[in-house]
């Protein structure tokens, strides 16, 4: 198995989720800025010119939340996904959607009007609406977790990989995150070790 991805890009959330379940797999950095995502043979794997990307077999799976989502299916006893038809396994998914959805939207918003697109196409205003909205969306996810260690049971799960990651985004963009639950929260998180593994794994082969 092989997951293809960037240092501080949405690929650490695949690369946090092998090292969770204990996958073994080979990690190969793709030069984002230097325009490797967009030409052969990587633009092969994934035409839209982004990371992660995973390869098992056959299979050539895009998007970091089904990337977390199968490598939780293909190692059960790690429990990063509850059983099937349970509850658990609905908030699990009703979270992770959130993360994809409201609460990363604002901040790729924020991300591709700073660095992303052409200059051409930034629309500076727009980051004071995508703030606005963050702010919103973060208060609605300080309600959900309430005074529990995971967003979900007593187990941390995908659910917290994609929203950990969201907050992390945001303090890297310097997005305030006024909730002292939420900050505890993804301090809590951010301190895992096979976050420090996986951040560990994407550096070394972008430097390697």
């Given at each position: 198995m092989k997951i293809y991805g960037?240092?501080?890009?949405?690929s650490v959330r695949a690369v946090w989720a092998a090292e969770e379940v204990g996958a073994s797999y080979d990690f190969e950095s793709i030069d984002l800025f230097g325009g490797a995502a967009r030409r052969e043979p990587f633009v092969s794997l994934n035409p839209a010119g982004k990371v992660p990307v995973l390869v098992d077999g056959d299979l050539v799976l895009t998007e970091s939340a089904a990337i977390c989502n199968y490598l939780a299916?293909?190692?059960p006893a790690a429990g990063l996904l509850p059983a099937e038809g349970t509850h658990e396994r609905a908030l699990v998914e009703r979270w992770s959607y959130f993360a994809m959805t409201e609460l990363e939207q604002p901040l790729w918003t924020?991300?591709?009007?700073?660095?992303?697109?052409?200059?051409?196409?930034?629309?500076?205003?727009?980051i004071d609406t995508a703030l606005w909205e963050f702010a919103k969306t973060a208060k609605l996810l300080e309600q959900g977790l309430g005074e529990r260690e995971f967003i979900v049971g007593e187990r941390f799960s995908v659910a917290d990989i994609l929203l950990a990651h969201c907050l992390s985004w945001a303090k890297a963009f310097k997005v305030p995150i006024e909730s002292e639950s939420l900050m505890a929260y993804g301090k809590?998180?951010?301190a895992?070790?096979?976050?420090?593994?996986a951040v560990a794994r994407e550096q070394a082969a972008e430097h390697g």
């Open positions: 960037h240092a501080n890009s949405r299916m293909r190692h924020i991300t591709k009007h700073k660095i992303v697109y052409p200059e051409s196409k930034r629309v500076p205003a727009i809590r998180m951010w895992r070790p096979a976050l420090a593994r």
